[in-house]
Each structure stands twice: as structure tokens, then as C-alpha cells.
């Protein structure tokens, strides 16, 4: 058996080189035609990285004069603590970012391959992983200061060890399990809701199992041993131990507002939202910059604060936000990203359109996939992926989304458009046959 296998194993192992490769080629070709993006601190996790670098504080600082800085729980730790590994001297520069992305990227194309194999997807893995290493969503945010690409790499790690607990339960394999998804939920909160799925599918798989309570354990004490550093160091802080963030709230809020409500009234579908329209009230929620916050119960009571006006605007008008519902669904599940300026050039928009035409010819393939397994599409190794899915809709049927909130979903939609390109082929040469 052993020397039966040993030419597959190396073919597997010359693939995947050859995958790395590629997939080396295609990311970094594209963080070098857009390095601008790299220097753009959007989100604040360069700044978060560097003060935790040069004072040893997660936190942001409340000014420029060189005050240190205020710690927060505004943003997700992760990304940030990768960031910092690259911040040489307390500095972060754009090469050492692209450097990082890049790793992550061609990391994400390497478990897709592994995950192919286990689901004999045969020469159409390499369908799988040409569709990740070039898939727009995931470059065009590998070129920016973002959680997309750690994101995606993250969602394949945990897809990959579900579908090994799946096959083979063991406390060991679901201790590596509840590593992956609390590592996930630490670079994105969204993770936290397909943790839950996820735990209460492997209590239904392993029911008639006599291990488990020991697979079960082994699955809650791999997350703790991630999550509770977190959850320590805020409830020492903010006297509540969040596993998650403080941006929640300004989530909700920038969804659910007067504002978005009477534009997605009277302006045309698509048409782009000026947040400015919303600057006068609530500045530092419209703003997205906890700069301003001058300590950690401060903004723990903006992030309550957030939650009541989202939820006060939503009991005031229940038709809009119930319409707002199925506008974010349909940004979240779209094809052509959104147009952000009025204003965009022709450049910027025939990339929208062409990104639009991928998006749904992965799309199409995705639901030949679908179609294909049928029944079986409920049932592992494809099911985690399916709760995946389920689990992104239900967090952006309220929170504020758009196309890049769909990065995590792109491992398993290569995945399952792979399979619905494998039918499509077999399809057509049995006709071809006749």
C-alpha cells in the first residue's frame, strides 16, 4: 500500500509546488502594479501595529503630538499582531505589508489545493486554486491595509480541519478545530456566528460517537485557549470580557440610520451613499475613527450608545429597515461591486463591470456545483462551507456589508465551483460520447 501510494504523494507534492508558484506569481504580480495601496491607513490596523510595536499598547493614539496611546478593543487583534511581526524599528512600510499579504495569499491557494484533494476534485483542483489566486475581491484588497486576505486564508484553514473532523472525529483533530475558528472569530467577528453553527453540527455528527464528550471538550477548550487572552485583557479594560469588538455598534448604526434609510427611499438603486449626509449628528460614528476616544469606558459607552440609535431607528421605521434587509443581501451576494463616487472614471468602472462578469461566471458554477450534489451539498465535507454561507447572511442581513465582506466565502466557492465545472466537462463528453 505504502509504495502504491508513494508516486501519487510526490505527483501531490510537485503540484502543490507548482500551485505556490502560480499562485506566487499571480499576487505578487498584482501588489506590484498597485503598491499605493499599501500606504493607506483606512482602518487604523497600521496604526494599531505600530503602537503596539513602539509602546507596547493595542490602542490608538488620541493625537499627533506623540501622546501614547489609548487602548481599545475597537478592532479585531489579529490582523494587527501580524502587522507588527513586519514593523521594523516601530515602522511599518508597505513592502513589509506586501510581503505579509503575499504569504497569506499564496497560503490560502496552498489549503485550497489540500482541500481539493480530499474532496477528488482530480485535475479540476487546479480550477479551485487558479480561482482564489485570482480572484478580485482577494486582489484587490491584498493591496490594502485590510482583514480580506487573512481573512480567506483563516476560513480555508477552519474549512480544511472540519472537513478532517468530518471524516475522521477526534479530540484532536477538533481541538485544531476550535484553534482555527477562534483565530478566525479574532480576525473578524462574523467568524463567531459559523463557530456556533459549527459546534452544534459536530454535537449532531458525533451524537452516536462514544468520544463524544471528549470531541466536544476538545473543540470548546482549542477556542478558549485563543479566545480568553482577549477576553481577559477587556474585561481588565472595559469591565466586560468581549471576545469581540466595540465596532459592532458603529456597524449596526452606519446600516441602520435615518440617513441610509431615506437615501435607499429616494435615490436610484445602486446610485453611491455620501456618508457626509450623516457627519453632523454622530461624528465619530460616521467618521469610523476612534481617535477621538479619550479612554476604554468611553468607548464602550459610544458602542452602547451606537446599538440604541440603530435599534431606535429601526422600531421607528420597520418598512425601510426590513427593505434595507434585502438591500444589504443583494450587496452581499452581488456581482459587480459597488460604485463608491459619483464621480468614478471610466477606468474604475469598466474594472466594477469586468469584475462583475468573474464574480458571475464563478457564480454560475457555483450553482451547477449545487445542482450537482444535490442532497449531498447538506452533508460533509461540503456542509461547513454551506453554514459558512449561512452564517455571513444572517450577520449582514443587519450589519452594514458589501462585496468585500464576501472574501471569507471565496475558498469554498472555488471549491464548490471546481465541482460544477467537473459536471459541466463530464456532462459534455458523454454527449460528445454519443
Request: hydrophobic share 50%; glycine share 8%.
Amino acid at each position: 500500500m505504502f509504495h502504491s501510494d508513494t508516486p501519487r504523494q510526490v505527483r501531490a507534492s510537485r503540484e502543490l509546488v507548482a500551485v505556490i508558484v502560480v499562485a506566487a506569481i499571480i499576487r505578487g504580480g498584482l501588489l506590484l502594479a498597485m503598491p499605493h495601496g499599501l500606504s493607506v491607513d483606512t482602518d487604523g490596523y497600521r496604526s494599531l501595529a505600530e503602537n503596539l510595536v513602539q509602546y507596547g499598547v493595542y490602542g490608538f493614539s488620541p493625537s499627533d503630538d506623540g501622546a501614547p496611546p489609548v487602548p481599545t478593543a475597537y478592532r479585531p487583534p489579529l490582523y494587527p499582531l501580524l502587522l507588527s511581526t513586519v514593523a521594523l524599528s516601530g515602522n511599518l512600510a508597505p513592502v513589509g505589508i506586501g510581503l505579509l499579504h503575499l504569504l497569506l495569499g499564496v497560503l490560502t491557494v496552498a489549503v485550497v489545493y489540500l482541500i481539493a484533494l480530499r474532496c477528488r476534485l482530480k485535475e479540476f483542483r487546479w480550477l479551485a486554486c487558479l480561482l482564489v489566486a485570482c480572484d478580485p475581491i482577494l486582489l484587490n484588497q491584498s493591496a490594502q491595509i485590510m482583514t480580506e486576505t487573512l481573512a480567506a486564508l483563516l476560513a480555508a484553514v477552519a474549512l480544511w480541519m472540519l472537513i478532517r473532523l468530518g471524516g475522521h472525529p477526534r479530540p484532536r483533530t477538533a481541538a485544531a478545530v476550535g484553534v482555527a475558528l477562534a483565530l478566525a472569530i479574532l480576525c473578524r467577528p462574523v467568524f463567531l456566528v459559523w463557530w456556533i453553527t459549527c459546534g452544534c453540527t459536530v454535537l449532531w455528527i458525533c451524537r452516536r460517537n462514544p468520544s463524544r464528550l471528549q470531541i466536544s471538550s476538545a473543540l470548546l477548550i482549542g477556542t478558549l485557549l485563543v479566545l480568553t487572552p482577549w477576553a481577559i485583557r477587556n474585561h481588565h479594560l472595559f469591565g466586560r470580557p468581549k471576545i469581540t469588538t466595540t465596532h459592532g455598534g458603529y456597524t449596526l448604526l452606519l446600516a441602520n440610520n435615518p440617513a441610509i434609510y431615506r437615501h435607499l427611499r429616494d435615490r436610484p438603486w445602486g446610485s453611491p451613499w455620501d456618508a457626509s449626509e450623516w457627519t453632523g449628528a454622530h461624528a465619530y460614528l460616521a467618521a469610523d475613527s476612534p481617535q477621538a476616544i479619550v479612554s476604554p469606558h468611553e468607548e464602550l459607552r459610544l458602542d452602547r450608545q451606537a446599538y440604541q440609535l440603530a435599534f431606535n431607528c429601526i422600531r421607528e421605521e420597520p418598512r425601510m429597515f426590513a427593505w434595507s434587509c434585502v438591500s444589504r443581501v443583494a450587496r452581499l451576494w452581488g456581482c459587480v461591486p459597488r460604485r463608491v463616487d459619483a464621480r468614478e472614471s471610466s477606468a474604475r468602472t469598466w474594472l466594477r463591470y469586468g469584475a462583475g462578469v468573474w464574480n458571475l461566471a464563478v457564480l454560475l458554477l457555483v450553482a451547477g456545483g449545487a445542482a450537482g450534489l444535490r442532497r449531498d451539498l447538506l452533508r460533509t465535507p461540503w456542509l461547513w462551507g454551506v453554514l459558512l454561507c449561512l452564517a455571513l447572511t444572517v450577520v449582514h442581513l443587519f450589519f452594514w456589508t458589501n462585496l468585500r465582506m464576501r472574501a471569507p466565502l471565496v475558498p469554498f466557492f472555488a471549491l464548490l465551483a471546481a465541482r460544477g465545472g467537473a459536471s459541466a466537462w463530464a456532462g459534455l463528453r458523454r454527449r460528445v460520447g454519443r
